[in-house]
């Protein structure tokens, strides 16, 4: 129990109205946008500036109070939510400034509590281009990025958050403050900390200043729509064109299910017949050489057995197209009442077999289940339609989930592209890493958190 | 107590079907206007329901704490408007809210507005009366662009809003009741001017019915007109708000008509969606002749544009106009294009869009009583894309929006004029 001196204490450091205490406050943060169980905090903290986040973590570290740090909380795995009794959540939406934009060395340099879409707002407004782009961004955090290592629609082209983290300063669990990293694009002093950080969720230490590479955005683009009547034909389409050496800033895929849950939802007017589409977008610095890609890309698709590719006229078509795919989810959360998005990524080649094996696993276990994702990095979205107060079909589901996990790894393929590990999947580490992998993970979180308490649970457990 | 709490669990049960499609994705943030200023999670709509979930579950005991989240919304329906998985938000919170309030009890005050006032139309309109020839004694101009007044003295109700004074003389009493039969126009409507018009911008009225007028239209506007409940609804007193419904359901059975034409945003989203959707427990007949109303139920701007057609757009020179996106227009109505239509259709307007035109006002109609500081905040927002825009004119097309447009710019002491679509268009002819 947090003792009344301790609560005071917290109050005359942040202000009361950023300690909430009351149960109807601390409820809305047991949960993120993972479905799993939680624990209530036994307070939220919301500090507002670096020295006040660094003494709320020492003040908790002295205590002993378990600490979750929370974004806007749409973690897909669980990484935002409390596991532990009489714990803390601390906030980290009050850190929300973009300290500097370098426009002459492109970088910048923000709190963690920045939301990403407003970031890359802003720095479009300056001519330059910050490419990570999940699905959340309109409310997720750059701090919550770079602690789940956040992917996006880019990542094909652009890769993912760390290949845009150059430096990390925060907190340690003792509430001393480390820096790492720089400004500088070449920067090899001491251990790369900088990056062990990136998708160490919240584990090892909590954000207070995070530097972000930036870079110049691409001036053209072009944007086509190929259907297929075979599923592998479209996977080995997504393998032919990189193999013809063009690199498509997105290349996303939507399965025959996923494509009849979107044109019911929005008669858009596409191929429901078709077993699969590809969406794809190539761009680049000059406008000659994106038509000359988007036309290799054509006849790359025709060639693996495209029966029709329509190529984006102008801005508002390609709009258009992309409507499809942002529309993919809303139309599957529409389906059933809950929503189970999984994030299983496998190497590219392994595509059809991945989903060959979902549809066999939703067969299996009568479920529903839709696929799209993103092809082009072997990053599909599984997502099971289902209503989680049918208890025995939930845990259908559960086991549908195990096993498409393992098939993943069995493909040579990954737990996670971008939604993290958390409580969610941390059962499987061991498995796609080794036993020492998780001994070397504890050890290295015993010596920089020893009382266990940054973000307990997640990733290695415990 | 526990079995009072048990009872609400079970009631709050029901509404499980619409909680349960909230996947807590969290995008419901990005557009909560109260959220955007508090930043806590029990104040954007993820967070209310998984409250009103816990609660239902009784797996939380504190039932006021939850009555203040539910209550701290605008309703405004921007969170549905941007719901990946199509939640029904403002469902559940209107039916969530006469359940919670109904078990935590209506405050004296409202008891007295509502069951005492808001439901016996002849005694309320003879109450605003009188206070309409006495307000003067208490109030002066504030800004006489705007027409907005102040307090004299310290009136704890009113603070330091700058409010519109109600009307010399409200709009049933400058036009008595109107039955006419079409003439060129063919069709014939029926006109439900609500307590704003009626009471604060009569000229608001006579606007449309100028219009109504020379488009030679048939108009029915029948005396002893109530409100259409919401003020009732959304405190939770479901009793009011049926006994609203019922008496003006009574009224305009009297006559036929083709549509039911409203220039209050708020009144045509309440006739057109709220009376069905809390009509589940009345009898068959009864929730028929509601549906039957409720389909007729247009705003007056698309009326003019999607029915009448007579918005030809012209480059238009002159006053500068800019509009505010009434979110019942927009996010529940979806009618956005036809009052820029209808001012475009000015010669003397040039149209120039304000940037987040669909942002809340922040006016939420009790809101802006229980948390005046918030919807300050949030009207601030709304006032700096309005000065931002360069209009000498902001036109919208809610007289509860027009209030609170008015009251953030006077407090400013900015020089544009509110007025409503109707108002403009009503110039053309």
Request: proline fraction near 4%.
């Amino acid at each position: 129990m947090i003792s009344a001196s301790l609560l005071t204490e917290f109050q005359n450091l942040l202000g009361k109205d950023n300690v909430l205490v009351s149960e109807s406050d601390r409820h809305a943060y047991s949960y993120d946008a993972a479905v799993l169980d939680a624990v209530v905090p036994e307070l939220v903290l919301r500090p507002t500036n670096s020295e006040q986040l660094g003494k709320t973590v020492a003040l908790c570290n002295e205590n002993k109070l378990p600490m979750t740090v929370r974004g806007a909380g749409t973690n897909l795995s669980g990484g935002t939510i409390p596991t532990k009794e009489h714990g803390v959540v601390i906030l980290t939406n009050g850190l929300n400034k973009i300290l500097e934009i370098n426009e002459q060395d492109l970088y910048a340099v923000v709190q963690p509590g920045v939301v990403t879409a407003k970031f890359a707002a802003e720095v479009a407004r300056r001519g330059l281009f910050y490419p990570p782009d999940p699905g959340s961004q309109a409310v997720s955090t750059l701090g919550g990025n770079v602690s789940e290592n956040a992917g996006g629609l880019r990542g094909l082209k652009y890769g993912v958050t760390k290949d845009y983290v150059m430096g990390v300063n925060f907190w340690n669990a003792e509430g001393e403050y480390v820096k790492s990293g720089g400004k500088t694009v070449k920067c090899v002093t001491g251990l790369n900390i900088a990056q062990l950080m990136v998708g160490s969720e919240g584990t090892l230490g909590v954000f207070d200043e995070i530097i972000l590479k930036l870079v110049p955005p691409p001036v053209a683009s072009k944007a086509m729509l190929a259907e297929f009547d075979d599923i592998n034909k479209a996977s080995e389409t997504v393998a032919a064109i990189i193999a013809n050496k063009i690199v498509p800033c997105t290349l996303e895929l939507l399965d025959n299910a996923t494509i009849n849950y979107v044109e019911d939802f929005t008669k858009a007017g596409l191929p429901c017949d078709a077993a699969a589409i590809l969406l794809i977008e190539v761009d680049g610095g000059h406008i000659a050489l994106v038509e000359d890609d988007a036309e290799k890309v054509v006849e790359i698709c025709k060639k693996h057995g495209a029966r029709r590719v329509q190529m984006a006229k102008d801005a508002a078509e390609k709009n258009k197209l992309w409507e499809a795919r942002r529309n993919a989810l809303p139309a599957l959360a529409r389906a059933r009442p809950t929503t189970v998005l999984e994030d299983a990524t496998v190497p590219r080649s392994q595509i059809p077999a991945m989903i060959k094996a979902i549809n066999d696993i939703a067969a299996k276990y009568k479920l529903q289940i839709g696929t799209f994702g993103h092809a082009g990095d072997g990053n599909l979205h599984p997502t099971i339609l289902t209503d989680k107060r049918d208890k025995e079909e939930f845990h259908r589901v559960e086991q549908a989930v195990d096993e498409i996990f393992d098939v993943a790894l069995s493909l040579g393929g990954t737990l996670s592209g971008e939604h993290g590990i958390g409580t969610a999947k941390s059962k499987w580490l061991e498995k796609e890493t080794s036993k020492a992998t998780i001994i070397y993970s504890r050890r290295l979180k015993k010596a920089v958190d020893p009382n266990y308490l940054l973000n307990p649970g997640k990733i290695i457990g415990g | 107590m526990h079995e009072d709490l048990h009872q609400l669990a079970k009631m709050l049960h029901e509404l499980d079907d619409q909680m349960v499609a909230c996947m807590k994705c969290g995008m419901c943030q990005a557009v909560c206007p109260v959220f955007s200023e508090t930043m806590k999670e029990g104040d954007v709509a993820r967070g209310k329901i998984a409250l009103l979930e816990n609660l239902s579950h009784e797996m939380i005991a504190d039932a006021e704490g939850v009555q203040d989240k539910l209550n701290k919304c605008l309703l405004c329906g921007s969170c549905a408007a941007n719901c990946p998985s199509g939640v029904k938000v403002l469902d559940i919170f209107f039916k969530a809210r006469v359940i919670v309030n109904t078990y935590m009890g209506l405050s004296a005050t409202k008891k007295a507005i509502f069951q005492g006032l808001l439901t016996k139309p002849a005694l309320f309109n003879s109450v605003l009366d009188v206070a309409s020839k006495f307000q003067g004694v208490f109030t002066k101009t504030a800004n006489e662009v705007i027409g907005s007044s102040c307090s004299r003295i310290n009136a704890p109700v009113i603070g330091e809003r700058h409010f519109m004074p109600l009307a010399k003389k409200p709009l049933r009493k400058l036009e008595p009741a109107l039955n006419t039969r079409p003439g060129k126009g063919g069709y014939r409507v029926a006109f439900f001017p609500g307590c704003v018009i009626d009471k604060i911008y009569p000229q608001v009225g006579q606007a449309v019915l100028k219009v109504l007028r020379h488009h030679e239209l048939g108009i029915y506007m029948p005396a002893g007109q109530a409100c259409c409940g919401i003020p009732a609804l959304a405190s939770g007193d479901k009793e009011s708000f049926d006994k609203l419904v019922k008496c003006n359901l009574e009224i305009f059975e009297k006559e036929n008509f083709d549509y039911l034409l409203t220039a209050c945003a708020t009144c045509t989203a309440t006739i057109h969606e709220l009376w069905p959707m809390m009509s589940g427990d009345k009898t068959e007949s009864m929730q028929e002749r509601i549906a039957a109303l409720a389909a007729k139920t247009m705003d007056v701007n698309q009326f003019m544009v999607d029915v009448l057609k007579v918005a030809a757009p012209v480059q238009g020179h002159g006053t500068k106009v800019t509009y505010h996106d009434p979110c019942h227009l927009k996010k529940s109505m979806k009618v956005f294009e036809q009052p820029r239509a209808l001012l475009k259709s000015n010669p003397k307007v040039e149209f120039v869009e304000m940037s987040e035109a669909d942002r809340c006002c922040g006016c939420g109609g009790s809101f802006n009583l229980q948390h005046y500081g918030l919807s300050k905040d949030i009207g601030k927002i709304k006032r700096d894309n309005i000065v931002a825009s360069g209009a000498q004119v902001v036109a919208t097309g809610c007289p509860a929006c027009m209030m609170q447009i008015s009251d953030m710019l006077s407090q400013h002491g900015d020089k544009i004029a509110v007025k409503h679509v109707m108002e403009i268009y009503a110039e053309t002819l």
